[in-house]
């Protein structure tokens, strides 16, 4: 099946920084989301991007999608504490629109 | 409050004993999957189902089964659990509609075949 890759796998960060993390993918996409999962929960939407080029934000998140169809980025600008969890992007996987495919994640980590 | 529910929230099962996680959702979404998150391998769909009698595999469906025979709930049976199939186990739905690929996820399972 089709294959996403994220990277990086994890990052260590200080309250203030800003994060970015990417996400590649083997084919085409024509929709690309991003996810957030806090500890002990499970995943919550964060931003959709339906069109190449899109660049969407949603408070101190902003994702782009990749003019290549091919990868997707995500920027969390000035960290806080409460970031802290695993991003994963998703897209549709194929022809089926009940297939949806994650990346590895990002864990996220930001040290007061 | 719009919601996927699951049940149990934890398990802990002998290999081979058969059983079931329930996953029922108050949204009147058309589509729901399960999903299996492991370290390092992300989420991987189990199943998934676009309406009532209507499902399908997704990338890991080799010892799972799913029936849809109402459209809030999505049960997911191992009928002959074994360690491997050791996880975290979430429960999805979405509404149809060609941008409405966002799912929304239950608390999760958290399954232990010993």
């Known amino acids: 099946g089709q294959q996403l890759n994220q990277s990086p796998q994890s990052m260590f960060i200080q309250e203030g920084e800003d994060v970015s993390m990417n996400c590649t993918s083997s084919s085409i996409f024509n929709t690309w989301l991003w996810y957030k999962q806090d500890p002990g929960e499970g995943p919550v939407l964060l931003i959709a991007?339906?069109?190449?080029?899109e660049l969407t934000s949603n408070g101190r998140l902003t994702a782009q999608f990749g003019i290549t169809r091919k990868d997707s980025f995500l920027n969390i600008s000035a960290s806080i504490p409460s970031d802290v969890g695993i991003y994963f992007c998703?897209?549709?996987?194929?022809?089926?629109?009940?297939?949806?495919?994650f990346g590895q994640g990002t864990i996220l980590t930001v040290h007061p | 409050e719009a919601q996927v529910t699951q049940n149990p929230r934890y398990l802990i099962t002998v290999t081979g004993k058969k059983l079931t996680v329930t996953c029922s959702q108050n949204m009147n979404h058309e589509y729901m999957s399960w999903y299996r998150q492991d370290p390092g391998l992300g989420l991987r769909q189990i199943y998934y189902?676009?309406?009532?009698?209507?499902?399908d595999k997704g990338d890991v469906p080799e010892g799972y089964k799913v029936s849809r025979k109402e459209k809030r709930n999505f049960p997911l049976i191992l009928e002959s659990p074994s360690p491997n199939q050791t996880s975290l186990y979430f429960c999805?739905?979405?509404?149809?509609?060609?941008?409405?690929?966002?799912?929304?996820f239950g608390s999760g399972t958290r399954l232990t075949v010993v």
């Open positions: 189902s676009m309406n009532v009698e209507v499902t």
């Open positions: 991007l339906y069109k190449a080029g």
């Open positions: 998703a897209g549709p996987g194929g022809t089926s629109y009940g297939k949806l495919t």
């Open positions: 999805a739905s979405r509404p149809s509609g060609r941008n409405n690929y966002g799912y929304t």
